[in-house]
């Protein structure tokens, strides 16, 4: 018996090769056993996120079936950054530059 650990719902590889991709490299290796049939076991709580983060892709990516394993008091706000929106600690911002 073999278990892996991890998510068909994740962002797929970034593969810049044209002949990796057609052979099949921008599929993850748990989405090509999804496609294939293997069905997965659902994980429903998660340790890591603010729950405000994880009730984003909750409802977004698993349809609502995803539960916080932490209370919004395990995860303060970062301090020395003026939050838009004081009681939403998840912001967007605009980064001038590219990446180094």
């Known amino acids: 018996r073999l278990v892996l650990a991890g998510d068909h719902c994740q962002l797929p ?4 090769s044209f002949e990796a991709e057609k052979r099949g490299l921008s599929l993850s290796l748990y989405g090509r056993l999804v496609k294939l049939g ?10 890591r ?6 009730e984003f892709c909750g409802k977004m990516i698993y349809d609502g079936r995803l539960k916080s ?13 003026e939050w838009p929106r ?4 998840v912001a967007f911002v605009e980064m001038a530059g590219g990446e180094r």
């Open 49 to 54: 996120a603010h729950p405000k983060l994880m």
């Open 38 to 47: 293997v069905e997965p076991f659902f994980l429903d709580t998660q340790f």
């Open 86 to 89: 004081p009681s939403v600690p």
């Open 13 to 16: 590889p970034s593969v810049q």
């Open 69 to 81: 394993g932490v209370d919004a008091s395990m995860r303060p706000v970062l301090q020395g950054f």
